[in-house]
């Protein structure tokens, strides 16, 4: 699918608003991943969507995808050491239950790096089920 955005590789993010969501790096990484998957044609982008009892970050869907993707914002080297197991374990019940309704469902962690308070690298990886 080639609205799928390149899996790791480290891309720059959109352009921010730092005041929009002040100090709360969560929400300010949430913001440009869904920025960006909107530049990169996604329709329909749901934020902190409830499904299956678990909340997603970002729940975007075609006629047929559903893309969920978690996302990671950290001022360390690395925010997808921050995935926990029992979080990819909610995540993959998700999957299958969105997976369900017809469409091919797709997990992605996108993570955010922010260095002096300035988001400088986005980078997508594809979360599989071993």
């Known amino acids: 699918m080639s609205r799928l955005p390149p899996l790791g590789v480290p891309l720059p993010p959109p352009p921010e608003d730092p005041e929009e969501f002040g100090n709360s790096l969560g929400k300010r990484g949430e913001a440009l991943v869904a920025k960006d998957l909107e530049q990169r044609g996604w329709p329909s982008i ?9 909340e997603l970050d970002l729940v975007a869907q075609d006629r047929h995808h559903c893309l969920i993707v978690e996302v ?3 001022r360390a080297l690395h925010p997808e050491c921050n995935l926990q197991p029992k979080q990819m374990e909610r995540l993959f019940r998700a999957a299958r239950t969105l997976g369900g309704k017809g469409k091919q469902a797709l ?6 790096r922010f ?4 988001a400088v690298e986005l ?4 979360i599989q089920a071993e």
């Not at 749901?46 to 678990?54: D, L």
């Not at 980078?123 to 594809?126: G, K, L, M, T």
């Open 107 to 112: 997990l992605l962690l996108g993570t955010i």
């Open 115 to 118: 260095v002096q308070n300035r």
């Open 123 to 126: 980078c997508y990886f594809r």
């Open 72 to 74: 990671k914002s950290s």
């Open 46 to 54: 749901e934020r902190n969507a409830k499904h299956s009892g678990v």
